[in-house]
């Protein structure tokens, strides 16, 4: 049995985001990296999750490109975005916590557009905010000064929103009380 040989751009990015890990402290294992084969090339691959044991973050680097989980649409990996730069490029996205998406090609972006629904709250001044979202939002959590105009955050869990609240409302410098408005979607 023959080993088959990591092509270089994949062991690239491989050595370039584990050093990036390392140096952030964190554990290249926890992501569950592991190599992987196309069914349908055989190229070989590296798979890894950009969160903690959350497959929906996942990310295969073949030579030529990036896949993500469950997406048609790929990162390509060329001279304007050579394997160290993506390497770097995930790294920081997995140290901030902040996995990163695939693009979105025009056809997909139109049906996902459709697919938004339009949700609006209004704050303790009067004034209403409303936004487009494929999430199911019940609650904002918002501030009651006169002057505010945007949500702090979103949920449909009202017991974490009033939880956020009073973690607003006790912060130093943040501006007043907060408190949590329904949501109610736009038809």
């Known amino acids: 049995m023959t080993k ?10 491989v050595d370039h ?14 992501y569950n990296p592991m190599t992987v084969t196309n069914k349908e090339t055989k190229e070989i691959g590296f798979l890894f999750c950009q969160q903690i044991d959350d497959i929906e973050t996942s990310a295969i680097v073949f030579n030529d490109r990036i896949e993500f989980a469950d997406h048609s649409v790929s990162l390509i990996m060329n001279n304007e975005l050579p394997p160290s730069k993506a390497a770097v490029m995930f790294a920081v996205a997995m140290v901030q916590e902040e996995p990163i998406v695939p693009p979105s090609c ?13 949700l609006s709250f209004t704050f303790p001044n009067g004034k209403t905010h409303s936004f487009l979202t494929h999430k199911k939002h019940k609650y904002a959590v918002v501030s009651t000064s006169k002057h505010a105009s945007l949500g702090a955050f979103y949920t449909d869990d009202y017991a974490k929103a009033v939880k956020r609240a009073n973690h607003y409302s006790h912060q130093p410098n943040i501006g007043g009380q907060f408190v949590v408005v329904e949501i109610k979607e736009v038809v």
């Open 106 to 118: 025009p056809c997909c972006a139109k049906d996902e557009m459709q697919q938004k629904r339009r």
């Open 4 to 13: 088959t040989k990591t092509p270089v751009n994949v062991q690239i990015f």
């Open 17 to 30: 985001l584990q050093a990036g890990l390392d140096a952030a402290g964190l554990d290249f294992d926890d």
